[in-house]
């Protein structure tokens, strides 16, 4: 059963279709200076990773993911971040919950997820 926290994912990339392309096209070419690691950990080369969304949909809490022109329009208290970040959200409030330095030293899905598993069992004992 899910509770009411949400986990709001942002990723270090623009939406829209032009900006996919572009990303597209600078994972494929040079990965390492790909400016999302959330992006490159958890997308091939056209869609999310089968293992990623078998992964969210098994967490015990709400997922969003957004864009970081999408997240400033949408949180535009939160605008400075360094993205990627996850946000804890309660009701409207936003706390962060995985920095981008976290986020940007994983070097596989598998590490990724297991940042965010340990998270959220740290949450939870205090919750």
Known sequence: MRNNTELVFVY???SGIFSSIKDSIHKSISPKTYG????GLTYGKL??????????????????FLHKDEF???????????????FKKEGAQLFPFISADEI???????????LIQNKIQ???AII
């Open 47 to 64: 869609s999310m990773k089968d293992e990623w969304k078998t992964f969210i949909k098994g967490l015990t809490f709400k997922t969003e």
């Open 12 to 14: 270090n990339a623009d």
């Open 36 to 39: 999302c690691n959330l992006c």
């Open 72 to 86: 400033k329009k949408k949180y535009p208290k939160y605008a400075m971040t360094f993205y990627p970040a996850v």
């Open 104 to 114: 940007n030293k994983q070097k596989s899905l598998e590490e990724l997820k297991q």
């Open 122 to 124: 740290t949450l939870q």
